[in-house]
């Protein structure tokens, strides 16, 4: 398939910082707030080019205040529009007080659609898409069915052969799927939580997960394992025609950027 060239957004996606109370936690011997800062000063750049920073989930490691503040404080020194979401680590209603930036449903870009979803629910470490939730979706996806369509969430819809991770995946994924069948505009599914890289094929669109902005779980573990990987992000280009590419990057300190995969859709 030939594709237009003429490039119309970047959506910059990071996830999983879970910061703490104070700018001296650490997690795993990570400093999460150090390595948030890391990633926001690294991410790529492209003049002229409308840009959104997705932030899918766990911003908080355990839902403290001081956490939000922090990302606040983050976010302030970083020059794109931003939109997030919750993570199962994170107090959606705290976010909601604290947040500078409100939590929002939908982001337009051009002929492209973001919607953000929520899948984590209170108390609860899996993913879940609760009824009002898949209804809001049927909604916006008639709503926008002359667009293309990006879905963010927090959880993973498949399994990623993490035995130990693939327990979290959303557990209604099969209603998921059979919502988005009625749609084509429907391009692609971007998720965080599971610390790691990772693309494939679901029900004829890409799904694809970001690497945290802080440590990484070891690919195909069967129990909870760190790999040896620096802090990351993933990039998503969008074009004129539907298709898109995306990839991620790592950053092995600041101001160094390494390892830029990319897969086309």
């Keep these: 398939m030939q594709h237009t060239n003429r490039h119309i957004a970047r959506i910059l996606q990071i996830s999983d910082s879970h ?64 939109a997030w979401l ?3 680590h994170d107090d959606f209603p705290l976010m909601r007080q604290v947040l500078h930036q409100s939590f929002r449903r939908v982001i337009e870009l051009d002929s492209w659609v973001a919607i953000f979803l929520v899948s984590a629910q209170a108390g609860e470490v899996a993913g879940q898409l609760a009824d009002a939730e898949l209804a809001e979706l049927a909604d916006l996806l008639h709503r926008y069915r002359d667009r293309h369509v990006l879905l963010f969430m927090h959880h993973m819809p498949v399994e990623i052969s993490c035995q130990w991770l693939d327990k979290h995946r959303v557990a209604n994924h099969r209603q998921l799927a059979d919502l988005m069948a009625g749609f084509p505009g429907v391009k692609a599914l971007f998720a965080g939580h599971v610390h790691q890289a990772f693309s494939t094929s679901w029900q004829g669109i890409g799904v694809h997960s970001a ?16 790999a040896e990987q620096p802090p990351g992000y993933r990039w998503i280009d969008l074009y004129a025609d539907g298709h898109l590419k995306t990839g991620e990057g790592f950053v092995a300190g600041a101001g160094q950027q390494v390892d830029h995969r990319c897969s086309g859709y």
């Design 86 to 88: 919750p993570g199962n």
């Design 211 to 226: 690497p945290s902005t802080c440590f990484q779980f070891a690919p195909g573990s069967d129990v909870f394992e760190l």
């Design 19 to 82: 910061l703490g109370p104070d700018r001296e936690f650490k997690l795993a011997g990570i400093n999460t707030y150090r390595s948030l800062g890391q990633v926001l000063s690294v991410l790529p750049d492209q003049d002229a080019v409308p840009e959104l920073l997705a932030v899918t989930g766990d911003i908080a490691g355990d839902g403290d205040e001081g956490a939000y503040h922090l990302f606040n404080e983050a976010m302030a020194e970083q020059p794109r529009p931003f």
